[in-house]
């Protein structure tokens, strides 16, 4: 009887051993966003845990994630933009690891100069001056944000042409009230005068100085100097 109690004993701890070296661990995979150097917001939060092969539907910057100089145009697996890039609602099959996504940024292209705006608005009669960056390489499919509001972040203007569009980023102290609205603009450039601009708000002529018809922006362009591309 002892021999036989044993013998199921010794069985028994081998098919533990056994069962214990054959256990599958099943560990979950996590998304984690980074802002990559941004200068306000927050990054999107995936509170979802993923297993090898899943699905992961790439979030979008759903924190206002912005970066002075530079426009939020989706993410990259490397900080640098040298890895696998996404925009917001891709799909991929999550591997056995945790993945970061990093925010890619695309810098604005200025031209070389300082430019002189004024501005100014109802409740502050007085017009006021200020230096201003000209960016030539946005459209505004890249910078509407909805509601009339023209932004590409923070200071960010536009300033229209008569068939086409550049942006200024204004570098000194504006008022912060959210009730003040641009109510005109004008601008002193070597180029062809500014038409019109919006900033939080549509801009109108009959408010501040009367805004004559710009010229057509050249088909060609403008040289960093303000001068038609010949």
């Given at each position: 009887?002892?021999?036989?109690?044993?013998?199921?004993?010794?069985?028994g701890?081998?098919?533990?051993?056994?069962?214990?070296?054959?256990?599958?661990?099943?560990?979950?995979?996590?998304?984690?966003?980074?802002?990559?150097?941004?200068?306000?917001?927050s990054?999107?939060?995936?509170s979802?845990?993923?297993?090898?092969?899943?699905?992961?539907?790439?979030?979008?910057?759903?924190?206002?994630?912005?970066?002075?100089?530079?426009?939020?145009?989706?993410?990259?697996?490397?900080?640098?933009?040298?890895?696998?890039?996404?925009?917001?609602g891709?799909?991929?099959?999550?591997?056995?690891?945790?993945?970061?996504?990093?925010?890619?940024?695309?810098?604005?292209?200025?031209?070389p100069?300082?430019?002189?705006?004024?501005?100014?608005w109802?409740?502050?009669?007085?017009?006021?001056?200020?230096?201003?960056?000209?960016?030539?390489?946005?459209?505004?499919t890249?910078?509407?944000?909805?509601?009339?509001?023209?932004?590409?972040?923070?200071?960010?203007?536009?300033l229209?042409?008569?068939?086409?569009?550049?942006?200024?980023?204004?570098?000194?102290?504006?008022?912060?009230?959210?009730?003040?609205?641009?109510?005109?603009?004008?601008?002193?450039?070597?180029?062809?005068?500014?038409y019109?601009?919006?900033?939080?708000?549509?801009?109108?002529?009959?408010?501040?100085?009367?805004?004559s018809?710009?010229?057509?922006?050249?088909s060609?362009?403008?040289?960093?100097?303000?001068?038609?591309?010949?």
């Amino acid at each position: 009887m002892k021999r036989r109690l044993k013998t199921v004993l010794i069985i028994g701890v081998a098919l533990a051993l056994l069962l214990s070296a054959c256990t599958i661990v099943i560990g979950y995979s996590r998304v984690l966003y980074d802002d990559n150097g941004s200068n306000s917001g927050s990054v999107p939060i995936d509170s979802s845990r993923y297993r090898y092969g899943d699905t992961v539907l790439v979030l979008g910057n759903t924190g206002n994630l912005t970066k002075n100089g530079s426009l939020f145009v989706g993410w990259n697996t490397e900080p640098d933009g040298s890895g696998r890039a996404f925009s917001p609602g891709d799909a991929f099959s999550i591997g056995s690891s945790s993945v970061v996504l990093y925010a890619r940024w695309m810098p604005w292209t200025s031209i070389p100069g300082e430019w002189t705006l004024s501005y100014k608005w109802d409740t502050d009669p007085q017009w006021r001056s200020a230096i201003w960056t000209i960016y030539s390489d946005k459209t505004f499919t890249d910078n509407y944000g909805g509601a009339g509001v023209w932004d590409i972040s923070g200071n960010m203007i536009q300033l229209l042409y008569n068939n086409g569009t550049y942006f200024y980023s204004y570098s000194g102290t504006l008022y912060t009230s959210s009730n003040n609205t641009w109510n005109s603009m004008q601008g002193t450039m070597s180029g062809p005068d500014i038409y019109g601009a919006t900033h939080n708000g549509t801009w109108s002529a009959e408010r501040g100085v009367k805004a004559s018809r710009a010229p057509e922006l050249p088909s060609g362009g403008l040289t960093p100097s303000g001068e038609p591309v010949k």
